[in-house]
Protein backbone atom coordinates (compact mmCIF):
# COMPACT_ATOMS: atom_id res chain seq x y z
CA UNK A 1 0.00 0.00 0.00
CA UNK A 2 2.34 2.53 0.74
CA UNK A 3 3.96 2.05 -2.95
CA UNK A 4 0.34 3.04 -4.53
CA UNK A 5 0.17 6.01 -1.46
CA UNK A 6 4.09 7.29 -3.03
CA UNK A 7 2.39 6.96 -6.48
CA UNK A 8 -1.02 9.02 -5.40
CA UNK A 9 1.46 11.53 -3.92
CA UNK A 10 2.97 11.53 -7.24
CA UNK A 11 -0.35 12.46 -9.42
CA UNK A 12 -1.01 15.03 -6.55
CA UNK A 13 1.34 17.68 -7.84
CA UNK A 14 -0.54 17.64 -11.04
CA UNK A 15 -2.95 19.96 -11.86
CA UNK A 16 -6.31 18.33 -14.13
CA UNK A 17 -6.12 15.94 -10.86
CA UNK A 18 -7.47 16.19 -7.28
CA UNK A 19 -7.04 13.91 -4.49
CA UNK A 20 -9.00 13.88 -1.61
CA UNK A 21 -8.60 11.75 2.20
CA UNK A 22 -11.29 10.74 4.29
CA UNK A 23 -9.81 10.44 7.93
CA UNK A 24 -10.93 8.04 10.05
CA UNK A 25 -12.50 11.13 12.23
CA UNK A 26 -14.91 11.16 10.08
CA UNK A 27 -16.75 7.83 11.46
CA UNK A 28 -19.34 5.89 9.96
CA UNK A 29 -19.88 7.28 6.04
CA UNK A 30 -22.10 5.71 3.03
CA UNK A 31 -18.73 4.56 1.60
CA UNK A 32 -17.71 2.38 4.37
CA UNK A 33 -18.77 -1.10 2.56
CA UNK A 34 -17.08 -0.31 -0.79
CA UNK A 35 -16.74 2.07 -3.27
CA UNK A 36 -18.63 3.69 -6.18
CA UNK A 37 -18.77 5.56 -9.17
CA UNK A 38 -21.02 7.98 -10.31
CA UNK A 39 -21.43 7.51 -14.54
CA UNK A 40 -22.38 10.91 -16.43
CA UNK A 41 -22.62 10.80 -19.79
CA UNK A 42 -22.21 13.66 -22.47
CA UNK A 43 -25.38 12.81 -24.04
CA UNK A 44 -28.60 14.68 -23.14
CA UNK A 45 -30.70 11.22 -23.19
CA UNK A 46 -28.18 9.23 -21.52
CA UNK A 47 -29.15 8.73 -17.61
CA UNK A 48 -26.77 8.44 -15.39
CA UNK A 49 -25.53 5.51 -13.75
CA UNK A 50 -23.97 4.39 -10.49
CA UNK A 51 -21.58 1.52 -9.85
CA UNK A 52 -21.55 0.45 -6.69
CA UNK A 53 -18.85 -2.23 -5.49
CA UNK A 54 -20.45 -5.05 -3.60
CA UNK A 55 -17.46 -7.30 -3.56
CA UNK A 56 -18.05 -10.75 -3.39
CA UNK A 57 -21.47 -11.01 -4.49
CA UNK A 58 -20.56 -8.75 -7.26
CA UNK A 59 -20.89 -5.36 -8.63
CA UNK A 60 -23.96 -3.57 -9.15
CA UNK A 61 -25.38 -1.04 -10.91
CA UNK A 62 -28.44 1.61 -10.45
CA UNK A 63 -30.00 3.58 -12.70
CA UNK A 64 -33.28 4.38 -10.69
CA UNK A 65 -33.44 8.81 -10.76
CA UNK A 66 -33.72 7.90 -6.76
CA UNK A 67 -30.93 5.50 -6.30
CA UNK A 68 -28.71 8.18 -8.35
CA UNK A 69 -29.87 11.15 -6.38
CA UNK A 70 -28.60 9.36 -3.34
CA UNK A 71 -25.18 8.48 -4.62
CA UNK A 72 -24.97 12.48 -5.83
CA UNK A 73 -25.84 13.41 -1.95
CA UNK A 74 -23.58 10.86 -0.61
CA UNK A 75 -20.79 11.49 -2.83
CA UNK A 76 -21.30 15.32 -2.14
CA UNK A 77 -21.08 14.47 1.62
CA UNK A 78 -17.79 12.51 1.14
CA UNK A 79 -16.20 15.46 -0.40
CA UNK A 80 -17.39 17.61 1.98
CA UNK A 81 -16.08 15.63 5.09
CA UNK A 82 -12.89 14.84 3.21
CA UNK A 83 -9.42 17.19 3.36
CA UNK A 84 -9.61 19.11 0.67
CA UNK A 85 -7.46 18.27 -2.69
CA UNK A 86 -5.46 21.73 -2.31
CA UNK A 87 -4.70 20.54 1.17
CA UNK A 88 -3.41 17.48 0.02
CA UNK A 89 -1.47 19.33 -3.07
CA UNK A 90 0.70 21.41 -0.60
CA UNK A 91 1.22 18.48 1.18
CA UNK A 92 0.81 15.44 -0.54
CA UNK A 93 3.25 13.41 1.88
CA UNK A 94 0.28 13.71 4.72
CA UNK A 95 -1.11 10.93 2.61
CA UNK A 96 1.21 8.75 3.69
CA UNK A 97 1.72 9.55 6.98
CA UNK A 98 -1.72 9.52 7.63
CA UNK A 99 -2.46 6.06 5.67
CA UNK A 100 -4.95 4.52 8.40
CA UNK A 101 -7.41 6.79 6.05
CA UNK A 102 -10.74 4.60 5.16
CA UNK A 103 -11.18 6.61 1.69
CA UNK A 104 -9.79 8.17 -1.01
CA UNK A 105 -11.21 10.12 -3.64
CA UNK A 106 -9.67 10.75 -7.01
CA UNK A 107 -11.11 13.44 -9.42
CA UNK A 108 -10.14 15.19 -12.36
CA UNK A 109 -10.16 19.08 -11.25
CA UNK A 110 -12.22 21.81 -12.22
Same mark, same amino acid.
Given at each position: ???????????????N?GI??????????? +?????F &?I?????P? %? *??????E???????????????A?????? +?????? &?????AA?? %? *???????S???????????
Amino acid at each position: MRDQLHHLCRIAERRNIGIQMLPDAVGAHT +SMTGGF &AILDYQAPG %D *PSIIYVEVGAAGDVFLEKPEDVAHYRKSY +SYLRAS &ALSADAARR %D *PRRLIRNSTTTRLTIHPST
